[in-house]
């Protein structure tokens, strides 16, 4: 009898017993709002939806679709990072105008500067992270970055092709999350560092879109279907069909799913099936 009670109780408490989800249950949309050249999209942890446009343009909308702001940026170029993760801070980085941007949760920039300082030469790619401390890839030497913006100091510098599997290291995107850092090399997989840039763990998923976490899993689209990776199982989900057609990416906040079309937004709330996974 204890046997067969302890082989229940692992699997009642086994990560990938609350994993398997076959078909996401979505609900009627909240709103569905239109953006001429939407370019990148991001939630804040109040379910506020910051999207920018190809130009460099930034809007502010709330959870359900109202806008409440917009900044346009004295000289426009396309964002390579819109980050509105932290909250507080509003993080944008363009690449072709080697510049990024921090604005507070109402779009007032707070600073504004040049990417290029001492020991940073060609930013590509680039992140806000904790403690003060912006995530750069520096493709002049093939180095992962971390400057501290408040001092203008460089910590630490991290060679990757010295330790990188991939000849060539075309990074799109790096974002942090819990004290970690992904990189996004569509060609090649998903780097994972620790939060002191030491190499972790390669995913082998080559995605040409924008990352998205939600409780230590990452979401992408795929064939019109919803999958997601699991973080601490390292396993592959198909969560079924998404409920409009020609998605090209997906973010999840608190209480909302956005589906990221082109040139609009589906807002949605968060199916059940997903707010019943296990993690934070």
Request: with cysteine; net charge negative; proline share 5%.
């Amino acid at each position: 009898m204890r046997t067969w009670l302890l082989i229940f109780f692992l699997i009642w408490i086994s990560p990938s017993f609350s994993q398997e989800i076959t078909q996401l249950s979505f609900g009627p949309p909240n709103k569905e709002v239109q953006i001429s050249g939407l370019d990148l999209v991001s939630l804040d942890t109040r379910d506020q939806i910051f999207a920018s446009t190809i130009s460099g343009d930034i809007y502010l909308f709330d959870s359900k679709g109202k806008q409440l702001n917009l900044f346009s940026p004295p000289r426009q170029g396309r964002l390579h990072q819109l980050e509105a993760a932290w909250t507080v801070n509003i993080f944008s980085f363009s690449a072709d105008l080697q510049e990024y941007r921090i604005l507070d949760r109402f779009l007032n920039p707070l600073v504004e500067k040049s990417m290029i300082q001492p020991g940073i030469n060609l930013p590509k790619a680039s992140t806000l992270g904790n403690n003060n401390l912006i995530w750069i890839w520096d493709e002049s030497d093939l180095s992962l970055k971390s400057w501290n913006y408040l001092q203008n100091q460089l910590i630490q510098s991290q060679p990757l092709n010295l330790i990188l599997d991939s000849p060539e290291l075309a990074v799109t995107e790096i974002r942090e999350f819990k004290n970690r850092v992904f990189m996004n090399v569509p060609e090649s997989g998903i780097y994972i560092f620790d939060n002191q840039g030491n190499f972790l763990q390669k995913v082998e998923l080559q995605l040409n879109q924008r990352l998205c976490f939600y409780k230590e899993n990452l979401f992408w689209v795929e064939s019109g279907n919803l999958k997601m990776y699991s973080i601490s199982q390292k396993e592959v989900f198909d969560l079924g069909i998404l409920p409009e057609k020609d998605i090209l990416s997906v973010q999840i906040g608190q209480e909302i799913i956005v589906l990221v079309q082109k040139d609009s937004l589906g807002i949605y709330p968060i199916p059940k099936e997903l707010k019943a996974l296990r993690g934070n």
